[in-house]
C-alpha cells in the first residue's frame, strides 16, 4: 500500500467476557472430563505461563455470550467512542476459528446482533489468520476506494469446544473398555491454552484528526500446507497417513465416541515447525519490503504459549535478525490465547499504553499452526492531520 492509497487504524476496541479466571479456577468452568482432574493441565500451564483468561461461560457451564455476541460489543464498543460511526460503516469485516454455527455467515450474525443498516460483511474463516485476514480484507477495500469506513472484527469463543461435555462420551466409552478415562494429549492439550474473547478495528483511507492513527503499510500471507501436514484441526480424524477424514465423511456415532468436534493439536509437529518456518517467512518478508529488522520499534508477535518465545527469538537469531526483548510486546499471560483476536488485543493495549509516537514502525507476526501458515504486517505510527 503506497501513500496515495492507504488504510489507517483508527481505534481498537475489546471485549473480554466475565471476570478474569485464575488458573486454579479453569476446571471449575470448563468441568473435569470423566469427572477427573486433568493431568495434562499442571504441564501446560507451566509451559505457556499463562496466568488469566477469560470465559463466556459461567461457573455452571452455562454459555454467557455467543461469538456474534461477543464481537457485536466489540464493535459496539467502537461506536461509544465515536458515535458518528454507527452511520459511517459501510463494510464489515469478521474472522473467527469458533463460529456459533455453520450457516448463516459469522459477519451476518453479527450485523444482525447490532441491528445495523445494509452493509457489506464478509466472513473469512480458519484459525490464528482469520482475524487479520479480515483486516487484509478491509484494508484492501479501504486503500481501492470500495469502502469509505470498514471495521475489522476478530473474535472467538473457544471455551464452547473446551468444555468437559465434549468429551465426555469418549470419556465414557474409554472407561468402559479400559477403566481408563483418559483423553489424548493432543485433544486435551488446547483445554488450557485457549480462551474468549473479541476485537475490533476502525479504518478509514486517511489518518485521524484527533490522536494518532497506525498506517498500514503492507501485510503479507503466505502457508506452508504444499510441505507440512495437518497439525491443528476440528470437525476431522487424521489418519495413519496423516491426512484429515472431515466429520461429514464420518458417522453421527464417531462424532461422540472420539470427540470428533474437539480442537486438536500434534504436539509433535508444532515444536518441530512453528518458529522454524514462521522465522523463515518473517526473513523473506522483511526482505521483498527491503525493512532492516534492527529499525523496528515494536514486534508484536502472536505467540500461543511463552515455551515458543525463546524458540522463534533463537530462529531469528540464526537468521542475523537480533531484536532486543525490551521492543517486543506480548500480553499473553494476562489476556490468554485468543487464537484470531489475539494479535489485535495485544494491539490494543499498546495503543492505549501511551508508549507510541510518530514516526514509530511496529511489526505484527501472526502463525497459525493448523497447516503452518504465517502472517506478518507492517504500521506506521501517524500523527494527527
Known sequence: MNER???????????????????????????????????????????????RRHYARDRAGRSTHTNAQLTA????????QDPALDAAIDLLA??????????PAHGNMVLGELKGTPMETVTLAGS???????FKYACLAVSAGSARHAVAAASERFSSWLGAQTFDEEASRLAALNANPGIAFEKEFLRWMLSDGAT????????????????????????????????????????AQGSLEGWADLTAQ???????????????????HIARLGTLQYVRDLARHEVDPRSLDWFLPHISSDYFRSRVDDEMRKHGVDLPQERWFVNLSTVGNVGAASIFLALEELMASGRLSAGQTLMLAIPES??????????TVVAPT
Request: glycine share 6%; aromatic share 8%; proline share 4%.
Open 254 to 272: 464417531h462424532w461422540l465416541d472420539q470427540s470428533i468436534f474437539a480442537l486438536k493439536q500434534d504436539a509433535r509437529l508444532l515444536e518441530q
Open 200 to 239: 475490533a478495528v476502525s479504518l478509514r483511507p486517511h489518518a485521524a484528526r484527533d490522536g494518532l492513527s497506525l498506517r498500514v503499510d503492507w501485510i503479507e500471507m503466505h502457508s506452508f500446507a504444499g510441505e507440512v501436514e495437518t497439525c491443528m484441526y476440528a470437525g476431522a480424524r487424521k489418519t
Open 5 to 51: 492509497h492507504s488504510a489507517y487504524i483508527h481505534r481498537i476496541s475489546k471485549f473480554l467476557p466475565g471476570p478474569p479466571i485464575e488458573n486454579d479456577e479453569m476446571e471449575d468452568y470448563l468441568g473435569r472430563i470423566g469427572g477427573q482432574r486433568s493431568r495434562a493441565k499442571a504441564i501446560v500451564l507451566r509451559n505457556n505461563r499463562i496466568r
Open 370 to 379: 493448523a497447516r503452518f501458515s504465517y502472517a506478518h504486517a507492517m504500521l
Open 94 to 103: 469478521c474472522g473467527t476459528t469458533t463460529p456459533d454455527q455453520l450457516l
Open 73 to 80: 460489543l466489540a464493535v459496539q464498543s467502537l461506536m461509544e
Open 128 to 134: 490464528c489468520l482469520a482475524g487479520i485476514s479480515a
